[in-house]
């Protein structure tokens, strides 16, 4: 089992910033490729970026490229994401995910992930 835990989130204005953070615990954090996603309200999860197990390829959704960076820190066991020029679109509930990595790659797909974190609240006002 792998517990995941986000921190970070908050309300701030358009045009401004903020960083989230997962933090992992239960089982060897650098064999698991991360991810974080996010649901806004009557919509579907959806994907926002990934990471690879050792931290070398990163992938991002076209909406958030640019803007956001995703990293990792396999001392730590935490997975920051750094959100700047955010807009109200990016109003959501980020969710922090975990995959036992079988390559060295990123995975983008939801239904991938094995392990989910209980989601952050992100208010972007205009």
């Known amino acids: 089992q792998v517990q995941l835990v986000e921190s970070g989130g908050g309300l701030v204005q358009a045009g401004g910033s903020l960083r989230l953070s997962c933090a992992a615990s239960?089982?060897?954090?650098?064999?698991?490729?991360m991810a974080w996603f996010r649901q806004a309200p009557g919509k579907e999860r959806e994907f926002v970026a990934a990471?690879?197990?050792?931290?070398?390829?990163?992938s991002y959704a076209d909406s958030v490229k640019g803007r956001f960076t995703i990293s990792r820190d396999n001392a730590k066991n935490t997975v920051p994401l750094q959100m700047n020029s955010l807009k109200p679109e990016d109003t959501a509930v980020y969710y922090c995910?975990?995959?036992?990595?079988?390559?060295?790659?990123?995975?983008?797909?939801?239904?991938?992930?094995?392990?989910w974190g209980q989601g952050a609240q992100v208010t972007v006002s205009s």
């Open positions: 239960g089982r060897t954090f650098s064999n698991y490729a």
């Open positions: 990471i690879s197990w050792s931290g070398s390829s990163t």
């Open positions: 995910a975990a995959k036992l990595a079988t390559h060295g790659g990123t995975y983008t797909s939801m239904k991938a992930y094995d392990y």
